[in-house]
C-alpha cells in the first residue's frame, strides 16, 4: 500500500498495489519501487503524476483493483466519491519533465489552419499505458506537425484558413486516431489545452493517410501502435494510479 500526504492535512490510501512480476499473480515482485510504487519513498509529487500501479496483492489475489481511502486530518476514513467527483480530470497520467506520446481516438469536429479539434472518446499514451476510454467526452484541440501524415478525408478542411466546424456535429463521421509526436510533458499536456498537443499522424482503422508536408527526418516518430499490445521493450501488465 502507499500512503500520500496531502498538503491539506488530508492522508489518502492506496491498497492492494502490484506485486507480479508477469502477469500471473506470483507474488515474486516485492513491494517495491517500480513494482508496487512509481515514485520513491518521501518524494514529493503533483496532481496528474503516477505514483503506483494497481494490481491483487494482500487479501485480494486474483481480483485486481484499488482500494482507496480518504483521511481528512489525518483522521477516521470519509466516502471518497465527493474528492474522487470533484477531481479535476487530467488527460492522461504522467510525471512532468518526462518524455511521452499520446493516441487520440474520437470524431473530428472542426479542423482548419493547420489544427484539429476531436471529440475524444479514449486514449492511449506511451510508455506503459492501454487504451482508456475517457469520462464523457472531451474536446481536445490539437496542432499539425508540418509534416504529418492524415487521413485524406481531412486534407480540405486542415488546409482552411482558420478553424471551422465540420458536418460530424451534426452527421455520423468516422472515428481517427491522432498520435502525437514525442514531448515533454507539461501541465498544459497533461490538460489536453488547445495547442499543447502536436499531432504527427491521423488515420482511420483501415483507412489511408497522406502526406501533409515533407518528412521531417530529424523528428523522431511517435508510437503509433493502435492495437493493446505495448510497443517493444515496455512492461505493459500494470495499469497505473
Known sequence: ??????????????????????????????????????????????AGEQI??????????????????????????????????????????????????????????AAGAGALELAVTSVR????????????????????????AVDSTLVGALSRPELRTLQARTAPAATVTAFTKR??????????ADGALVVARVTRPGGTTVAVGPADPAEPLPVDDETDAPPPGVDDHRSGI
Open 183 to 192: 514531448a515533454r510533458v507539461t501541465p498544459e499536456a497533461l490538460r489536453g
Open 125 to 148: 499514451w506511451w510508455p506503459g499505458g492501454q487504451w482508456t476510454p475517457v469520462v464523457g467526452t472531451r474536446s481536445v484541440k490539437v496542432s499539425l506537425a508540418s509534416s504529418a
Open 1 to 46: 500500500m502507499l500512503y500520500l500526504y496531502g498538503k491539506s492535512g488530508t492522508t489518502y490510501l492506496y491498497i492492494h498495489l502490484n506485486n507480479d512480476l508477469t502477469e500471473a499473480s506470483e507474488d515474486k515482485g516485492g513491494c517495491k519501487l517500480g513494482t508496487s510504487f512509481a515514485v520513491e519513498d518521501g518524494a514529493k509529487v503533483t
Open 52 to 109: 503506483g500501479y494497481v494490481g491483487d496483492s494482500g487479501d485480494a489475489e486474483g481480483n485486481h483493483h484499488l482500494h482507496f481511502e480518504v483521511h481528512p486530518k489525518d483522521g477516521d476514513a470519509v466516502n471518497p466519491f465527493p474528492y474522487l467527483n470533484a477531481g479535476e480530470r487530467l488527460l492522461f497520467p504522467a510525471r512532468l519533465g518526462t518524455q511521452f506520446s499520446l493516441g487520440l481516438r474520437g470524431t473530428p469536429v
